[in-house]
């Protein structure tokens, strides 16, 4: 129990520097790989929390292709350094304060949340293939077929619109 | 572990990504920040779904993940069409409709 304790305080402390990190780095490309530490992290969490098939295919899919996609666009446009100068200085304090609010609000929602259904109860023991890609695949392919259909659809919108959004204008 | 931890790590993680969209003027920073309160409302799923005993939370994180790829695709190349116009990608500069 303790060692789980601190496995996940590590990580969270990991996760959220990173994050900070991402936020305040001045170079693009820097911000990237910051990120893919993040997405990481996250990944260990999904471990931890029983769902190996979401950890693989957050690494596969986030860490992997689409921070590789960013990398990419970032190199391509050159554009990783950054202008010094805000042309709004009222807007950077009003956006801390904001945050502030909201993470004052999300935190009160999940105390209520714990006050009203006594503690949130510490997690059940794990049945033996829970968040397997065998029970994953099952409910993928039973319940949820639908969604899953529209999603291709969905991914080949978005490969012929990305094609037809950067295609060279004059031919 | 309490399954509360998970939901105050997401709701920081949340936080982070809402500033980061309100505070930096590079769309490709922009966009990264959106990602990431993607993965807070993901990691708030797997927890709910892992507290509850049931798939449908981790289900329904697959199909977030699928829709992020889509929307980054579409997004960047909307970034690269934008910066040939524009030779820029700072959101300042978008700030007209016409070129």
Same mark, same amino acid.
């Given at each position: 129990?303790?060692?789980?304790?601190?496995?996940?305080?590590?990580?969270?402390?990991?996760?959220?520097?990173?994050?900070?990190?991402?936020?305040?780095? #001045?170079?693009?490309?820097?911000?990237?790989?910051?990120?893919?530490?993040?997405?990481?992290?996250?990944?260990?969490?999904?471990?931890?929390?029983?769902?190996?098939?979401?950890?693989?295919?957050?690494?596969?899919?986030?860490?992997?292709?689409?921070?590789?996609?960013?990398?990419?666009?970032?190199?391509?446009?050159?554009?990783?350094?950054?202008?010094?100068?805000?042309?709004?200085?009222?807007?950077?304090?009003?956006?801390?304060?904001?945050?502030?609010?909201?993470?004052?609000?999300?935190?009160?929602?999940?105390?209520?949340?714990?006050?009203?259904?006594?503690?949130?109860?510490?997690?059940?023991?794990?049945?033996?293939?829970?968040?397997?890609?065998?029970?994953?695949?099952?409910?993928?392919?039973?319940?949820?077929?639908?969604?899953?259909?529209?999603?291709?659809?969905?991914?080949?919108?978005?490969?012929?619109?990305?094609?037809?959004?950067?295609?060279?204008?004059? #031919? | 572990?309490?399954?509360?931890?998970?939901?105050?790590?997401?709701?920081?993680?949340?936080?982070?990504?809402?500033?980061?969209?309100?505070?930096?003027?590079?769309?490709?920073?922009?966009?990264?920040?959106?990602?990431?309160?993607?993965?807070?409302?993901?990691?708030?799923?797997?927890?709910?779904?892992?507290?509850?005993?049931?798939?449908?939370?981790?289900?329904?994180?697959?199909?977030?993940?699928?829709?992020?790829?889509?929307?980054?695709?579409?997004?960047?190349?909307?970034?690269?069409?934008?910066?040939?116009?524009?030779?820029?990608?700072?959101?300042?500069?978008?700030?007209?409709?016409?070129?």
């Amino acid at each position: 129990m303790t060692s789980d304790y601190l496995l996940f305080m590590v990580l969270a402390i990991v996760a959220v520097a990173s994050a900070l990190s991402m936020l305040f780095s #001045r170079n693009a490309v820097y911000s990237a790989l910051f990120l893919i530490i993040n997405f990481g992290t996250i990944a260990v969490f999904y471990l931890l929390l029983g769902s190996p098939f979401l950890a693989m295919a957050q690494i596969t899919v986030y860490a992997g292709a689409i921070m590789v996609l960013f990398l990419f666009v970032i190199m391509l446009l050159g554009a990783e350094q950054l202008r010094k100068e805000q042309t709004l200085i009222w807007q950077q304090p009003v956006a801390i304060i904001l945050g502030l609010i909201l993470l004052m609000e999300t935190g009160y929602i999940i105390y209520s949340l714990s006050i009203q259904e006594g503690i949130l109860p510490s997690f059940n023991t794990f049945l033996s293939d829970y968040g397997s890609p065998t029970a994953i695949g099952t409910l993928l392919f039973n319940e949820y077929l639908l969604p899953f259909e529209i999603t291709s659809v969905l991914l080949l919108v978005a490969m012929i619109g990305a094609i037809v959004l950067t295609k060279d204008q004059k #031919r | 572990m309490p399954v509360i931890s998970y939901f105050i790590l997401s709701a920081i993680l949340f936080t982070i990504g809402a500033l980061g969209v309100l505070i930096r003027r590079n769309a490709i920073v922009i966009f990264m920040s959106v990602e990431l309160m993607l993965n807070a409302a993901n990691l708030a799923f797997v927890a709910f779904s892992r507290l509850y005993d049931t798939l449908s939370g981790q289900v329904f994180v697959f199909f977030v993940i699928t829709v992020a790829a889509a929307e980054v695709a579409v997004g960047l190349a909307l970034i690269v069409a934008i910066f040939r116009t524009k030779q820029s990608i700072d959101v300042d500069d978008m700030s007209s409709l016409k070129r």
